[in-house]
């Protein structure tokens, strides 16, 4: 981690979830960081994210696509951590257009003007698990058929081609991490559309019981976001990426009721209720996934460290805090 020291780095939507927890990593780590964020609606920047850093961190509030984006920020960033985007699938569904335009056109925009002032930067792109739709086989590697189930799947797989494509053609050099259900600081609870954990976190913080969408034995491997922002740093600095795809998945696979219930005991609340699935619900539900994180682990040696309890504890703890100081 020490090649971040006095580094210029770029992480887009550092306003957000993952991409706040990353920046604030950095700056501890030496780097001189800039945010590019505008929180647009919905898609969870919150400047309060970075608020009380002790070390300093420039925010640019435009949109990646924009024109009048700087064009020094592309320039000089020594490493791209790009997290812009929005991570809603029923928002996709409800204005595809919308998210075509996040995820798709801002994206082609922006990595093409940075192809053209930064030749051959390490870019890390934020992508997802629903790319690969329902799947197959578990668990799941990157060599898995694609075949999102909504429009949110698709306009991230198309901007993880864009990545792939530049960097084939040697103008980019860049990978992409496919996330899985990520949990901790930061999460927007108040936002709808950002997860199932997202929720779980939400009720739990305010004491409410957690309802279960159908049976409950669909499988999750929810995975820390510190342990993501290690993915992260290490794919930002390695010296060469061996492959342009990783799946990022938690340390075990969990029956969603599990988790229901291991947090509630942790958070001290009742025990789960079950509801039935929407007709919206279910037309994107996958069934159950959980990642085959192996290349990674073997090619850059990363490993999710934080068990599921550890890690919901922390993130209550966190939550509790920020609720109790603007009570």
Partial sequence: MKAYSNQNVLVTGGLGFIGSNLAL???????QVTVIDPCIPGCGGNPANLHGSPF???VVP?????????????????????????VSHMASIQEPERDLAINTVAQLRFLQRLAHH?????????????????????????????????FN??????ATMYHHMLSNSGQLDACVLRLTNVYGPHL?????????????????SLGERLEILGDGRQLRDPVYVDDVVDAF?????????????????????????????????????????????????????????????SRIQREL???????????????????????????
């Fill in 56 to 58: 300093p961190i420039h």
């Fill in 25 to 31: 990593r950095l700056a501890e780590l030496g780097a």
């Fill in 188 to 204: 927007s609870l108040h936002t709808p559309g950002q997860g199932v954990l997202a929720a779980f976190l939400r009720k739990l």
């Fill in 118 to 150: 930064h030749p051959g930067v390490r870019v890390v792109f934020a992508g997802t698990r629903q790319v690969y739709g329902v799947p197959d086989y578990l668990p799941v590697d990157e060599s898995h058929p694609i075949h999102p189930v909504d």
């Fill in 62 to 86: 435009c949109d990646i696509g924009a024109p009048d984006l700087p064009t020094a920020l592309l320039r000089d960033a020594d490493v791209v951590f790009n997290l812009a985007g929005e």
């Fill in 301 to 327: 040696g990363w490993s999710p460290a934080t068990p599921f309890a550890a890690g919901i504890v922390k993130s209550l703890d966190h939550y509790r805090i920020r609720m109790a100081a603007h009570a």
């Fill in 233 to 293: 740093l290490l794919a930002g600095a390695a010296a060469t990426l061996p492959s342009r795809s990783y799946n990022i998945g938690g340390p075990q696979a969990l029956e969603l009721r599990q988790i229901a219930i291991l947090a509630s005991e942790l958070a001290g609340v009742d025990a789960p209720v079950y509801r039935e699935f929407s007709a919206e619900q279910k037309s994107i539900d996958i069934g159950s996934y959980w990642a085959d994180f």
């Fill in 153 to 158: 799947g698709v306009h991230k797989y198309a």
